[in-house]
C-alpha cells in the first residue's frame, strides 16, 4: 500500500496534527485528519488487600477532576513497561514487585493512533511520588470491586481506567 501524502497542520509537545491522503483498500482517495501519538502506559496497582490505586487528576478538557489509573506518556525510544514503571513511581510514589502485561486498547482510532499498553502491578512498597509541574491530583486506595461499580454508576469514566480495570478483573478471575 502506498505511503499517505502528508500535510503537517501542528507540531506539538506530544501530538502531531496533519491531514493524510490516502487511498483505502475499496480504492476510494480519501484526505482524513490524523493525530499522531507516541502511545502511552498505564497502570492497575493492586494491593495485597485487593485495592487499587486510583487518582483524582484535573483534566482541563474534561472539565475539572476526573478518577483515573496512573498513566503517562512514552518517552521517545521507551518501552511500554519502563513508562509504566516510571508513572506508578512519579504519580503515586509507588513500586511494584510483579508486572503482568494486560494488552493494549487504541483510544480513538478514528482520527488518533494513540496506542496505551495496560498493566498490571502488585507486590506495592512505597516510595517517592514526583509529579510533573502541570500534574494536579490526589491519590486513593479503593476496592477493585468499588472501582468497578464506580464505572457503572458513571463516577469513572475514562477509558484507559474502565478497559484497565476490567482486563485486570477478568485476569484476576482467571
Known amino acids: 500500500m502506498p505511503q499517505p501524502t502528508v500535510t503537517p497542520i501542528h507540531k506539538g509537545r506530544i501530538i502531531d496534527v496533519r491531514l493524510e491522503q490516502l487511498t483505502l483498500p475499496n480504492g476510494v482517495m480519501v484526505t482524513l485528519e490524523m493525530v499522531r501519538h507516541p502511545g502511552a502506559s498505564a497502570v492497575v496497582a493492586l494491593d495485597a488487600n485487593s485495592c487499587v490505586t486510583l ?3 484535573f483534566r482541563h478538557a474534561a472539565g475539572g477532576f476526573i478518577w483515573e489509573i496512573p ?3 512514552l518517552n521517545a525510544g521507551e518501552a ?3 513508562c509504566a514503571q516510571r508513572e506508578l513511581r512519579e504519580e503515586t510514589g509507588l513500586l511494584a514487585d510483579e ?3 494486560l494488552g493494549s486498547i487504541f483510544t480513538a482510532p478514528g482520527f488518533c493512533d ?3 499498553h495496560l498493566f498490571l502491578a502488585r507486590g506495592l512498597s512505597a516510595s517517592t511520588q514526583k509529579l ?3 500534574e494536579v491530583l490526589s491519590v486513593s486506595r479503593v476496592p477493585l470491586e468499588r472501582a468497578l ?3 457503572g454508576a458513571d463516577a469513572l469514566q475514562d477509558a484507559k481506567s474502565i478497559a484497565g480495570l476490567h482486563r485486570a478483573a477478568a485476569y484476576l478471575q482467571r
Do not use: K, N, S
Open 114 to 116: 494513540e496506542r496505551i
Open 132 to 134: 510533573d509541574h502541570d
Open 99 to 101: 508486572w503482568v502485561a
Open 71 to 73: 498513566a503517562g506518556t
Open 149 to 151: 461499580e464506580m464505572i
Open 55 to 57: 487518582i483524582h487528576q
Open 80 to 82: 511500554p513497561l519502563a
